[in-house]
């Protein structure tokens, strides 16, 4: 069974930089769509990036796009999320997931379709 493990977060000032790392075990990434997924405390968890199974499709919410960048290593089975410009309400823990159903050639960020989940990492914005 496909097990993921978020590597990465921490404390960052605004406007810094970080990058979090999904690893995956049991089962080879390339099968799976992965999806980036944020909760900040009182909120609800909403999806930030995704990346289809073969990296030929991404997508971003809103608020990071332009800031955010995701990509995956499939050889390595790591999927990564490039945060810059970080901003205080990007405040929140981070959730790497994996959904194996095909969605055309795209991913979603229909949290239901995510059979696999991380444990989640905190990210942390001071201003």
């Known amino acids: 069974q496909l097990q993921l493990v978020e590597s990465g977060g921490g404390l960052v000032q605004a406007g810094g930089s970080l990058r979090l790392s999904c690893a995956a075990s049991?089962?080879?990434?390339?099968?799976?769509?992965i999806g980036w997924f944020r909760q900040a405390p009182g909120k609800e968890r909403e999806g930030v990036s995704c990346?289809?199974?073969?990296?030929?499709?991404?997508y971003y919410g809103y608020s990071v796009k332009d800031r955010f960048s995701v990509s995956r290593d499939n050889a390595k089975n790591t999927v990564s999320l490039q945060m810059n410009s970080l901003k205080p309400e990007d405040t929140a823990v981070y959730y790497c997931?994996?959904?194996?159903?095909?969605?055309?050639?795209?991913?979603?960020?229909?949290?239901?379709?995510?059979?696999?989940w991380g444990q989640g990492i905190q990210v942390t914005v001071s201003s």
């Open positions: 049991g089962d080879i990434l390339d099968k799976y769509s």
């Open positions: 990346i289809n199974d073969r990296g030929t499709f991404t």
């Open positions: 997931a994996a959904d194996w159903r095909p969605y055309g050639d795209m991913c979603t960020f229909t949290k239901g379709r995510y059979e696999f």
